[in-house]
């Protein structure tokens, strides 16, 4: 979110500076816009003690230390 507001708070500032600037960071603006929304519907979806979706690292430790019991107990 940090930098949606960074980049909204430069856009007047460059505007003021050069106008053709400031719209050219807009198509920038709406993709972080549309990301941090993606992102945040993702995690929204596959939640996780930590916050965030790290499900594939936690199932793949679960695996190889399964592997590791197996094998110390072979």
């Known amino acids: 979110c940090a930098i949606v507001a960074t980049v909204s708070a430069i856009v007047p500032l460059f ?8 719209y050219l960071l ?18 929204k979806r596959n939640p996780t003690k930590q916050g965030y979706n790290n499900a ?9 230390q399964r592997q590791a019991a197996d094998f110390a107990n072979s």
């Open 15 to 22: 505007y003021r500076v050069q106008p053709l600037s400031a």
């Open 26 to 43: 807009l198509p920038y603006a709406a993709w972080l816009v549309f990301a941090t929304f993606l992102n945040k519907d993702i995690c």
């Open 56 to 64: 594939m690292f936690q199932s793949q430790l679960s695996q190889l």
